[in-house]
């Protein structure tokens, strides 16, 4: 009990001197969050509340951390060897084992949000906050692999800062209208506060790379997707695919009819785009026999959809929900990234009035257990 409590006054401590306690022009308002040696888009950027930095929860999935939800209730992080669970409505942590620990998650701009410097402690990690030249400043989590000091990473990431800085505050100017409905659009059920589907979760999809309109919709809901490609996208917009992975999304292999030969050119590209090494694997319902069979001999990760939404086969947001409500357990859920977003954001609506469970694509969620 003694060394829980020596923990807890040094965490409170440790994030006392990070954390800034005052602010000297509109800059000081202005988080980044950075993974090392990359700086994450503002829409990354951490909560304060009450002199704790709070960070997404998707963002420790860099460093093989990942996230579940249970219940609107609780929620954890965990690695194959250590677990660490959240209950909301309390503002309490216990690990493993069930022992308490100082740590915080609370509920912000639809996801889950957990407190850095806690969850930094507890997995081994490193946080440190690093005051800025006049276009923010910048919450850093780092492991063994980053390269540079923090002095370092702020000079090499100022001018990307105040590109992003002087975007973030157009935007406070000029705010976008939120989605609309086009005129066309089945109307979705009303919403009721008192219902919820936190047992119902739902994995979504897309083949193909994604625009920017269709990432600012994902982005607004703070849904994570996984993207499957082709080898001919991938070299395309290589930038695209590190966006994707540094903004929590996953992301996979579109196979074919030779799915061996797919696998290994795609993913060899994802690699060198991006540092990730994929075991997701999906193809279109015509090839998905033959992929099935070959992702189960060679321990791949096959993501079979209970629903495929893509152009020129359209399905309406109300047939799509419809399949939402009588689908009692998890559904997975696949869109064309090339389509029409207002199907989507009927869809992304439906799912987070309702509070379905929607989190990140794991290799154990799939068909194939690896």
Known sequence: MKLRIIASVLLAALLFFLIPTGAADASEDVCFLSINDTL??????????????????????SFKIYFSSFDNTTASLYTTERQLYFNLNEGTAFDGNGDSFPAQAIYRNGQVYVSAVSVCSFFGLTCSY?????????LRIKDGSAVLSDKNFLSAATLQMQTRYNEYLNSISNPSPSPSISPGASPTPPTSPDINRWNTTVFLSFFGLPGKELLD????????????????????????????????????VLCGEDPASDYEETSALIFEAAQEKTLFVAAYPENSETLRQWARE???????FDLISLPGAALSDGKIIRHLEAEPDRTF????????????GQVLKHLTDYKYSLPPLREEDTANEI
Do not use: Q
């Open 333 to 344: 859920l696949c869109f064309g990234a090339d389509g029409e977003t207002d199907t989507l």
């Open 298 to 304: 060679n321990f791949m990760a096959c993501v079979e």
């Open 130 to 138: 690093i005051s800025g030249k006049g276009y923010g400043n910048i």
């Open 40 to 61: 994450l888009e503002l829409r990354s950027m951490p909560v304060f509340a009450n002199g704790t930095a709070y960070v997404p929860n998707w963002v420790f999935a």
């Open 217 to 252: 919709l994902l982005d607004g809901y703070g849904v994570s997707a996984c993207f499957f490609l082709t080898a001919e996208e991938v070299p395309e917009d290589p930038d695209a695919v590190r966006r994707l992975l540094g903004s929590g999304h996953r992301v996979g």
